[in-house]
């Protein structure tokens, strides 16, 4: 029998119970949205009894990336972000899929909104986390009535909590409406992204995918299609997409770290191609499954085994 395993956070320096990583209702980041965040997935290999963190260090340079572009005040550097991560995750003694969700927020108890001159604090929780949205189904999907925050308005290289708002307007609409998920159009009415997730079509053999002038955030599971693409001898392209390419592509697929690679059925009713997966998604979606869970070696370098 394995010990059992431990529900804990990382709070204000310390590991402890998660039921005690608890904050005043006077916070600051509360109040304003002046928070950044990353989500990182371990996945849990049973043949090999371990768990594998998926590209730790990417997400914590981004995270630093995030705080860099909002001023937040923060001194930790992405390998010691790495070493309490794992530190946590060995304490916690998870044998199954986690999500790691670390947040440095501005923590004092003081009023007005800004990002100069206010004192940060790091937290980190985990999640156990399988699926956050269908991957084998193909997902309903719509173009949102919001537009994506431009980034010149909320920087949205910044995993920063407040731009998140304009996510859940979008996603609470997607499911009221009977979708799965929205797609955002940006400022110019161009194809950004997903609420949560980057999004590529398929046209003519070749992925493509919005550049980071369509306010995206430069996903990290983006990064890994496109290496996984030059794998599979696939061409991969960043460029504006038009609305109406979204209707008549071979294939649709999100990418990102929470839901993984899930393909898209349908676009404002319009079903996409036959409406089943397509082979550039299957292969790309079967190639990724097998590098988080450790299943490739030539990607054993993104994995941060954690026993
Ligand atoms: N766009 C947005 C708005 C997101 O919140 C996420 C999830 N972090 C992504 C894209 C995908 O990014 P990643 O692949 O780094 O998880």
């Known amino acids: 029998m394995s010990t059992p395993s431990k529900d804990l956070s990382y709070f204000e320096g ?7 990583a608890k904050l005043s209702i006077q916070t600051h980041a509360l109040q304003y949205g002046t928070s950044v965040f990353g989500g990182i997935r371990g996945y849990y290999n049973s043949d090999k009894k371990n768990l594998y963190v998926f590209r730790i260090k990417d997400h914590f340079k981004r995270l630093i990336n995030s705080t860099k572009i909002m001023q937040l005040q923060f001194t930790k550097s992405p390998a010691e972000l790495e070493e309490i991560t794992i530190e946590l995750l ?3 003694g ?3 899929n986690v999500y790691v969700r670390p947040i440095i927020y501005t923590s004092s108890l003081q009023l007005s909104p800004r990002f100069h001159d206010v004192p940060t604090e790091i937290g980190i929780y985990v999640l156990k986390l399988n699926d956050y949205l269908d991957t084998e189904n193909g997902l309903t999907t719509c173009i949102s009535s919001w537009r994506r925050i431009d980034d010149t308005t909320i920087p949205t290289m910044s995993k920063t909590s407040g731009g998140y708002v304009n996510s859940a307007l979008a996603k609470s609409e997607a499911i009221q409406n009977g979708f799965d998920e929205a797609i955002f159009l940006d400022s110019k009415g161009l194809v950004s992204e ?3 997730e980057n999004i590529f079509i398929v046209r003519n053999g070749k992925i493509i995918t919005p550049s980071l002038e369509s306010s995206i955030l430069e996903g990290i599971t983006r990064r890994t299609i496109f290496e996984l ?3 599979l001898g696939i061409d991969y392209e960043e460029r504006s997409i038009a609305r109406s390419e979204l209707y008549i592509a071979d294939e649709i697929f999100f990418s990102g770290t929470g839901v993984q690679v899930a393909w898209v059925k349908s676009v404002d009713k319009r ?3 036959d409406g089943k997966i397509g082979p550039i ?5 079967d190639l990724y499954f097998n590098v988080v869970k450790g299943n490739n070696q030539k990607f054993m370098h993104w994995l941060t085994p954690i026993y």
Do not use: R, V
């Open 14 to 20: 310390n590991i402890i119970p998660a039921q005690n």
């Open 90 to 92: 060995k304490q916690c």
């Open 94 to 96: 998870y044998h199954q």
């Open 194 to 196: 997903g609420s949560a």
């Open 229 to 231: 693409a030059k794998e």
């Open 271 to 273: 079903i996409i191609a």
């Open 281 to 285: 998604s299957k292969k790309l979606q």
